[in-house]
Nanobody, 123 residues
Framework: VQLQASGGGLVQAGGSLRVSCLAS????????MGWFRQAPGKEREFVAA????????DYADSVKGRFTISRDNAKNTVYLQMTTLKPEDTAVYYC?????????????????WGQGTLVTVSS
C-alpha cells in the first residue's frame, strides 16, 4: 500500500492551496481517508476526514469553513482544498487511510500513511 501526498508549497497568508493524495495497493473506495498535520515542535493533529462514499466529511474546528476534503474514487485520490490560509496552518500535511469509519479523528486508528507534504504559509 502506498499513499503519495503532493501539492504542498509556499503560499502567502490569505492564499489557497490544494494538496492531493494518490493511493495504490488498496481498494480505495472502501477506505475512510483523513488528513493530519504536524507543525514543528507540535504533535500530529487531525485536520479532516471523509468516509468511503464521500459522506460525513468532518473537520477540525481550526479549519472549518476554510478547508474542504473531497475524494475521487475513480482516481484513487483524496484532496484537501485549503483557502484563507494562515501562518498557523504551516505544517507537514499527511494523508492516511483506514478501513472503518469510526474514530476518524484519532491518528492511531489509521492503518496507512503517506510521506507528507510541506505547506508553508508566510505572513
Amino acid at each position: 500500500v502506498q499513499l503519495q501526498a503532493s501539492g504542498g508549497g509556499l503560499v502567502q497568508a490569505g492564499g489557497s492551496l490544494r494538496v492531493s493524495c494518490l493511493a495504490s495497493g488498496l481498494t480505495f473506495s472502501r477506505y475512510t481517508m483523513g488528513w493530519f498535520r504536524q507543525a514543528p515542535g507540535k504533535e500530529r493533529e487531525f485536520v479532516a476526514a471523509i468516509t468511503w462514499n464521500g459522506g460525513i466529511p468532518d473537520y477540525a474546528d481550526s479549519v472549518k469553513g476554510r478547508f474542504t476534503i473531497s475524494r475521487d474514487n475513480a482516481k484513487n485520490t483524496v484532496y484537501l482544498q485549503m483557502t484563507t490560509l494562515k501562518p498557523e496552518d504551516t505544517a507537514v500535511y499527511y494523508c492516511a487511510g483506514k478501513y472503518s469509519s469510526g474514530n476518524y479523528y484519532r491518528a492511531l486508528t489509521y492503518s496507512y500513511w503517506g510521506q507528507g507534504t510541506l505547506v508553508t504559509v508566510s505572513s
